[in-house]
């Protein structure tokens, strides 16, 4: 029977970004996921700027960029009346940019496996049960072993559940998401349109197609639903990919040698395109705590020294998601921002440069310059 010193179930973004860094670190890591990669994913597939720090980290800055993708310039806000606010992003050399979650998932879980973790996909977690370690069971009667376990499987976290952890998810919102043929001159922007049932995001993911993303209630996702195959002129048996809750409470992160991360830790709003590098950033976070307290580093402090450093992670983040929700929750509200912005675009612009700004937590500012440092060695 093969001991890991960790077994991560999730091979998404926190997933994989926990497995590379534990194998970074020389650790034993097995990851389980349900899916075949490459696989899509329900997303944006936006990557807010300060995901670029991460990946420096992880060697993989420069194969991102070699994916295909959009390099995202501008962001159009669009009211429900059809009036429009035009902002800028950065165009720096870490910018926002939108790739396919198949390949960028992909990549990163190559990466954890070139590292040295192993892999297990196609395999999906149903049962647990905890003595000194944890034995971990999956739908094929397979069995696994480890001393630390993490939960990176996702918004319907299957690990929170078996654990009595898992809140009781409020499905009020639900999200449709498909790949589309890319409208002639749609440029590289991202479009956050308010509609009277919901709001729409869409962004190029490369030179043929679009990112559609709809957001809306149960009852009204179908009107949303005929709303994007009359605007972009799709075909009725267009394919379309689900998800529900959108917003849930969150689960404690550090728990007795058991880590949440990612979305199976808290849900943000999908309208402001940052729960990938919260899934990247807590990834790397659980790999630093675990390895060190299987080094036989005092345990409190190391879970002392991650919870300060996961809550920084959302520091001066968390009001903005709560201010979204509420713009999308009410599409009118969220109009009536556009209305103002297109008035006085400061406080618009505001809110949109602190989202895209590469504004990492201060620590993780001085790694990100020593590893910048590294890179161009
Ligand atoms: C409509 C929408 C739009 C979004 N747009 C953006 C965006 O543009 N930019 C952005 O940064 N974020 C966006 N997000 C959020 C982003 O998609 C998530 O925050 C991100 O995917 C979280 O990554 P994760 O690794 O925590 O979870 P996931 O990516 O969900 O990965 C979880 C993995 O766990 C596996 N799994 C689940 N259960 C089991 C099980 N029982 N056994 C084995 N494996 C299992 C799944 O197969 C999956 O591969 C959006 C979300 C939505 C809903």
Redesign the pocket.
């Known amino acids: 029977m093969q001991l890991f010193d960790v077994a991560i179930?999730?091979?998404?973004?926190?997933?994989?970004s926990c497995a590379a860094f534990c194998a970074m670190g020389g650790l034993q890591a097995l990851v389980?996921?349900?899916?075949k990669f490459p696989?899509e994913?329900?997303?944006?597939?936006?990557?807010?700027p300060s995901c670029w720090a991460v990946l420096k980290r992880l060697e993989l800055a420069q194969r991102v960029r070699g994916l295909p993708h959009s390099k995202l310039c501008l962001v159009t806000f669009i009211a429900i009346d059809g009036h429009e606010v035009i902002l800028e992003l950065p165009s720096v050399a870490d910018c926002e940019i939108?790739v396919k979650?198949s390949l960028f998932?992909d990549l990163l879980l190559r990466r954890a496996r070139e590292l040295g973790a192993s892999v297990q996909e196609e395999?999906?977690?149903?049962g647990l049960s905890k003595n000194s370690d944890w034995k971990i069971e999956?739908a094929s009667k397979q069995t696994f072993h480890a001393r630390m376990l993490i939960g990176?499987?996702?918004?319907?976290?299957?690990i929170a559940h078996l654990c009595n952890l898992l809140p009781r998810p409020a499905r009020e919102r639900v999200?449709l998401?498909a790949h589309i043929p890319l409208p002639r001159d749609f440029g590289n922007r991202i479009v956050l349109q308010f509609l009277p049932e919901g709001y729409s995001?869409q962004?190029p993911v490369n030179e043929n197609q679009l990112n559609l993303?709809l957001?809306g209630t149960p009852p009204t996702i179908s009107t949303l639903r005929k709303w994007a195959e009359r605007q972009f002129v799709l075909p009725a048996n267009q394919a379309w990919r689900t998800?529900t809750p959108?917003t849930r409470s969150p689960v404690a992160s550090a728990h007795e040698n058991l880590f949440f991360?990612?979305?199976?830790a808290r849900?943000?709003e999908?309208f402001t395109?940052?729960?990938?590098?919260?899934?990247l950033r807590s990834g790397e976070l659980a790999a630093d705590a675990i390895s060190r307290m299987l080094r036989g580093d005092d345990r409190k402090a190391v879970l002392n020294e991650f919870r300060r450093a996961y809550a920084e992670m959302y520091r001066g983040r968390l009001w903005i998601n709560r201010l979204a929700r509420a713009a999308v929750v009410r599409p009118q509200l969220g109009s009536f921002f556009v209305h103002a912005a297109r008035v006085n675009p400061s406080i618009l612009k505001l809110l949109t440069a602190k989202i895209v700004s590469p504004d990492v937590c201060h620590s993780e500012r001085s790694e990100a310059k020593q590893n910048d440092v590294e890179e161009s060695r």
Request: net charge negative.
């Open positions: 179930v999730g091979g998404g973004p926190a997933g994989s389980i996921d349900r899916e696989r994913k329900v997303c944006g597939d936006c990557l807010n939108s979650r998932d395999t999906t977690v149903t999956t990176a499987d996702g918004r319907n976290s299957t999200a998401q995001g962004a993303c957001v998800i959108l991360i990612g979305d199976a849900v943000v999908p395109g940052e729960g990938i590098y919260y899934a």
